[in-house]
């Protein structure tokens, strides 16, 4: 157990629904991001909070948002699902913010 | 702009073969440099990393990085390899804001492990 926490961890829904994703960060982590990992495109960032606030924001769709609560969990959604879209989903989190992230075992989306 | 270049996406060894995987990474600062190792349905888990200091680091698993400067790389080695190495192993380099996040990954090398 890394700690971090994501929920659910699969998820099917189909095409042109709306989705949330949920991640709980470690224990004194501020910062969490998001990533999005799929065959064709690898590892990609989509977005960073650090405590409630948008820090960096990278190849996030608009169909796609995010926030970070006061109790520092965060909330991935994804409205008006394409097949393109089934994707593994992650979440890290870290104390530093160059100091490693750890990461959450993940959310398998699939759109069908 | 810093960047990460994972040499081969798949590398093929047997077992208590040695395990190198190849990183070299572009920074226009002194980097920090991570390598992350990621099992089959499973998130990515911390290997090692190198901040400051000693450039020979040890991570879990008995998995080493050297930080060479001159050479802008951070290599991946296991003398002996084991079947349970078998997982896909990210190299990662820090930045500081950008819109990439903090962390800047490679595409990700594939290790099979034969018996």
């Known amino acids: ?112 | 702009a810093q960047s990460v270049t994972q040499l081969g996406s798949h590398v093929s060894v047997s077992e208590g073969a040695l395990v190198l995987l190849r990183c070299n990474y572009s920074s226009s600062v002194p980097p920090y440099l991570f390598w992350y190792v990621q099992y089959p349905n499973q998130g990515l888990q911390l290997l090692l990393k190198y901040t400051t200091g000693a450039t020979l680091v040890k991570g879990i698993n008995g998995f080493e990085a050297e930080f060479k400067k001159s050479e802008t790389s951070f290599h991946l080695t296991k003398p002996s390899a084991h079947m349970s190495d078998a997982a896909e192993y990210f190299c990662a380099v820090s930045v500081y804001g950008g819109s990439q996040g903090n962390l800047i990954f490679g595409k990700g090398t594939k290790l099979s492990v034969k018996p």
């Not at chain 1, 990609?44 to 650090?50: D, G, N, R, T, V």
């Not at chain 1, 394409?82 to 398998?108: P, Q």
Request: aromatic share 12%; charged share 20%; net charge negative.
């Open chain 1, 1 to 112: 157990d890394s700690g971090v926490t994501q929920t659910p961890k699969h998820l099917i829904t189909a095409t042109g629904q709306r989705v949330t994703l949920r991640c709980s960060p470690r224990s004194g982590d501020l910062s969490v991001y998001w990533y999005q990992q799929s065959l064709d495109q690898g590892l990609q960032f989509l977005i960073q909070y650090y405590n409630g606030e948008e820090r960096a924001k990278g190849n996030i769709l608009e169909r796609f948002s995010a926030q970070q609560f006061p109790d520092l969990h965060s909330e991935l959604n994804l409205s008006s699902l394409e097949l393109g879209d089934s994707a593994l989903y992650f979440c890290a989190s870290s104390v530093k913010e160059n100091y490693g992230y750890t990461f959450g075992s993940g959310t398998r989306l699939t759109v069908v």
